[in-house]
C-alpha cells in the first residue's frame, strides 16, 4: 500500500484553516505502519499475519489553550473534513489551559530514520526462514514463537510551519524451546531482518531448556546474580518510565538524584533512536537524537516533551508521544553501555554463591520513589557455586528495587550487548532496548513460585 502522506498532511492543515481559522494552532501526523507476523508453536507455523494501515493524527488547540486531539484512518476528503469539524468541537469545549505550552520552533532534523527497504517489504516466506532456522537449531525440542517485521513511514506537518518526514523498520525473534517441563528463552530485535539471527536464537533457547529440567526451589534471601540481557531489559524499562520519565521527576515519583553518584561508575546509560529503531522527530515535530541519561553512575538528563520541559525549566529532548499526558515522556530506544565483565559465562564464573537468571515478567512496581519493583523468572535460573552452575532452580519471586540494584559497587557490566525487545510505547509493537548482562551484588528473593 502507498499512500501520499504528505498530501493527507496538507488537506487536514487546509480543513484546518477553513474551519478553524488562521490562529487556530494545529499538529498533523500521516503514519503508515505495517507489521507482519508469522507465528509457530509444537515446532510449526500455524499463523502468518499482516497488518497495515495509514492513520490521521490531529492535535488541534484554539482560544489560546483549548486543545483537543482525535485520530481518524479515514483519509477520504469528506472524513478529513469531518476529523477536523469532530477535533474542533472537542476543543471548544475544553477549559483553556493556562500551561499550554504551544507549537514551539521548527528546527532541523539530525536524521532521516533507519528505513531498510529489505524488511519493510519482507514476505511470509523469508520470515518462514527464520522459524525454520530456530526450529533446526533446537535440535528435536519443542518449539514456539514469532519471526515480525515491521516498518513505519511518518509525516508530520504544523501550523507553524514544520513538515517532516521519517521512517523505520525492524525485525523481531522471540522463541521458547521446551523439554520435560522446562523452557529456554532466546529473543532480539534488529533494525534490519537480514541481522536477525533466528539459528542462534534457537540454539540458545535449546540450551538453556535442556539446562533447565527438575528445577528444586532455594531459600527466600538476598543473592548475588547474573541477569542476562532479556532480564535486564526489565530493569531498564523500569528505570526509564518510572525514574527518568520527566513527568515522574514533575510528579514527584522518580527517585533520580541528578548530577550525584547514585550508580555504580560502570553504569552508562543513553537513549538513541538513530542506533536503534526510532524516528527523527517526536509527536510534536521536535527533533530527536542521543539523550545522555546516566554517565559513569552519575544521573545527568531525563526524558521530556514540551510541556514537562517547560516544566522542569529545560528544553524538550524529543519524547513527546500520544499517550504523554498520561505516561510521560518515556525514552524508546535505552541502550546500556557494555563494560569489561565479559561474557555471561564469565559473569557467572565471579560468584561463589549466588543465581543466574534468564528473563523477568509480569513485574509491578509497588514504590515508584525507590523503584521497588516485584516479579517473578521466567524462562530458566540456576543455582551458582563456585563459579559454575550446579543445579536448575525453581520459578522465583522477587522484590527489588532498581535503583538499588545498580548502586555504586554492586554491579559488573558485561562485555555484550544484545538488541532485545519490549513495551514501552509507540506504533511498531515493540522498542528495542539494548543491553548486556549484568552481575549484581544483591537481589531480594522473597519466595517460590509454582510454574
Not at 534490519?192 to 528444586?216: E, Q, S
Not at 542521543?290 to 559513569?296: H, I, K, Y
Not at 557490566?413 to 510505547?425: A, F, K
Amino acid at each position: 500500500m502507498t499512500a501520499d502522506l504528505d498530501g493527507l498532511a496538507t488537506a487536514v492543515l487546509d480543513q484546518v484553516r477553513a474551519q478553524a481559522g488562521p490562529d487556530a494552532q494545529a499538529t498533523v501526523r500521516v503514519e503508515q505502519a505495517a507489521l507482519a507476523l508469522t507465528r509457530f508453536a509444537d515446532s510449526a507455523i500455524h499463523q502468518n499475519v499482516a497488518d497495515e494501515r495509514v492513520t490521521v493524527h490531529l492535535q488541534l488547540t484554539v482560544d489560546g489553550g483549548r486543545t483537543a486531539t482525535a485520530a481518524t484512518t479515514r483519509s477520504r476528503p469528506g472524513a478529513l473534513a469531518d476529523l477536523v469539524a469532530a477535533t474542533l468541537a472537542a476543543a471548544r469545549l475544553r477549559p483553556r489551559d493556562p500551561d499550554w505550552p504551544g507549537l514551539g520552533t521548527p528546527a532541523p532534523l539530525t536524521s532521516a530514520g533507519s528505513f531498510d527497504p529489505a524488511t519493510a517489504e519482507a514476505s511470509p516466506a523469508e520470515r518462514a526462514a527464520g522459524v525454520a532456522a530456530f526450529v533446526e537449531a533446537a535440535g528435536g525440542l519443542s518449539t514456539a514463537g514469532f519471526v515480525q517485521t515491521a516498518s513505519l513511514t511518518t509525516v508530520l506537518a504544523d501550523t507553524a510551519g514544520r513538515h517532516l518526514r521519517g521512517a523505520t523498520t525492524s525485525a523481531t525473534g522471540d522463541g521458547i524451546a521446551r523439554l520435560s517441563g522446562a523452557d529456554g528463552v532466546a529473543r532480539a530485535m534488529t533494525g534490519r531482518l537480514a541481522d536477525l539471527d533466528c539459528a542462534a536464537l534457537g540454539a540458545r533457547a535449546a540450551t538453556k531448556a535442556r539446562a533447565g529440567v527438575d528445577g528444586v526451589p532455594v531459600d527466600p534471601g538476598v543473592y548475588p546474580v547474573v541477569l542476562e540481557a532479556a532480564a535486564v531489559t526489565d530493569l531498564v524499562a523500569g528505570l526509564v518510565s518510572g525514574q527518568f520519565n520527566g513527568k515522574a521527576v514533575v510528579d514527584g515519583t522518580s527517585g533520580l538524584r541528578l548530577g550525584e553518584q547514585q550508580f555504580d561508575p560502570a553504569v552508562t546509560l543513553v537513549d538513541d533512536p538513530h542506533t536503534g529503531v526510532g524516528l527523527p522527530f517526536d509527536s510534536e515535530g521536535t527533533p530527536t537524537g542521543r539523550t545522555e541519561l546516566v554517565r559513569d553512575g552519575v544521573p545527568v538528563g531525563l526524558t521530556t516533551d514540551r510541556r514537562v520541559a517547560a516544566a522542569l525549566g529545560r528544553t524538550s529532548s524529543g519524547h513527546g508521544s500520544d499517550v504523554g499526558s498520561t505516561w510521560g515522556p518515556v525514552a524508546g530506544d535505552p541502550a546500556l553501555s557494555a563494560g569489561a565483565g565479559g561474557t555471561v559465562d564469565e559473569l557467572v564464573a565471579g560468584l561463589d554463591r549466588g543465581l543466574l537468571v534468564s528473563d523477568l515478567w509480569y513485574t509491578r512496581a509497588v514504590d515508584p520513589k525507590r523503584s521497588v519493583w516485584t516479579g517473578l523468572t521466567r524462562n530458566g535460573v540456576w543455582l551458582v557455586e563456585g563459579g559454575q552452575v550446579v543445579a536448575a532452580v525453581s520459578t522465583l519471586r522477587f522484590t527489588q528495587s532498581y535503583l538499588e540494584a545498580l548502586a555504586p559497587g554492586a554491579v559488573t557490566v558485561g562485555s555484550v550487548v544484545e538488541g532485545q525487545p519490549t513495551r514501552l510505547m509507540g506504533p511498531m509493537g515493540h522498542n528495542r532496548v539494548a543491553v548486556p548482562a549484568l552481575r549484581l551484588a544483591d537481589w531480594n528473593v522473597t519466595g517460590n513460585a509454582a510454574g
